[in-house]
């Protein structure tokens, strides 16, 4: 079972842009999928979380409005749109696939996790 994530760079501020993460080895259509980040010299925090079933979402306070996180259960991705970037948002972003249905933020209800891309957004 892989997570690949894509789609980091660097970007200006006020600027966009869509992660990625392809599932492969299993479908995840039923389970929780997640995006944490992790800043330089910080502890990764969670960033958004969509559930397997009704498709609800929830988000950090600091992302909230500004990032959408999305899933197309066809192709075993599920996308983080990132929008009005600001510096504060530069970090490594990893998806991750859940062992629940059900949205959570806990880092310990993710089982399997990409290897993260890395967005900067330069101020």
């Known amino acids: ?5 894509s789609g980091g760079g660097l970007v200006q501020a006020g600027g966009s842009l869509r992660l990625s993460c ?16 992790q800043a330089p010299g910080k502890e ?18 600091s992302v909230k409005g500004r990032f959408t996180i999305s899933r197309d ?6 996308y983080l749109q990132m929008n009005s970037l600001k510096p ?8 991750a696939a859940a062992s629940r249905s059900i949205t959570t933020t806990r880092m310990i209800d993710y089982d399997y996790w990409g290897q993260g891309t890395q967005v900067t957004v330069s101020s």
């Open 44 to 61: 990764r925090e969670f960033v958004a979380t969509i559930s397997g079933t009704d498709v609800r979402t929830y988000y950090a306070a």
């Open 73 to 78: 259960n066809a192709k075993n991705t599920v």
């Open 88 to 95: 504060e948002d530069t970090a490594v972003y990893y998806c």
């Open 22 to 37: 392809a599932a492969s080895g299993r479908t995840f259509s039923g389970n929780a999928m997640g995006w944490f980040r």
């Open 1 to 5: 079972v892989q997570l690949q994530a």
